[in-house]
């Protein structure tokens, strides 16, 4: 009599193809920023990372990360020398016994996004809100570096001036 028995594979193709466009990314991202520090190829190597969406205007410069699942106990938010890193976990739900899983695709573990920030910004008054799965970091600018407006004046100063004594 023969039995069956379901495989279940450890990595699937789909994150072998994810491992190369990493591997790339980083590649392509060290030529065309050379110096970046390890934290990003360390990004790329975490369980998972997270998409960011950075967003820039005249007061404020934000950012959003999609962190469904992730516990708010699990997000370390730290600003270090113009360095902004975000930490965080994704668990595996154990409650759920493995061999009844068909298919797991969402990825869990740890990540870890770093940026550089500009001068700019004033390192005082950062927030930061997590609904829906979203973590929104708001990071305001300097007074200094916002931008002015400069009022033109028109006035007869612009205008040539005649000397007096010469012939016009």
């Known amino acids: 009599m023969t039995t069956m028995t379901r495989f279940i594979p450890l990595r699937t193709p789909f994150e072998d193809v994810a491992a190369l466009q990493n591997r790339l990314n980083s590649i392509f991202n060290e030529i065309a920023h050379p110096g970046i520090n390890e934290s990003q190829s360390a990004a790329a190597e ?19 990360l999609e962190v469904p699942g992730v516990k708010l106990e699990d997000l370390d938010i730290r600003l270090e020398n113009q360095r902004f890193t975000i930490k965080g976990e994704r668990r595996f739900e154990t409650e759920e016994k493995a061999e009844n ?18 001068q700019t910004v004033d390192p005082e008054s950062i927030t930061a809100s997590y609904d829906a799965g979203v973590l929104t970091i708001s990071l305001k600018k300097k007074a200094e570096a916002q931008p002015k407006q ?8 612009a205008a040539p001036k005649q000397v007096e004594g010469s012939a016009a």
């Open 46 to 64: 975490a369980g998972f990372v997270p998409p960011v969406d950075v967003y820039e205007d005249a007061q404020h410069l934000s950012l959003k």
């Open 101 to 118: 899983f068909h298919r797991i695709e969402r990825r869990f573990g740890s990540f870890v996004r770093s940026f550089g920030l500009p």
């Open 150 to 157: 400069v009022k033109i004046e028109v006035g007869s100063s």
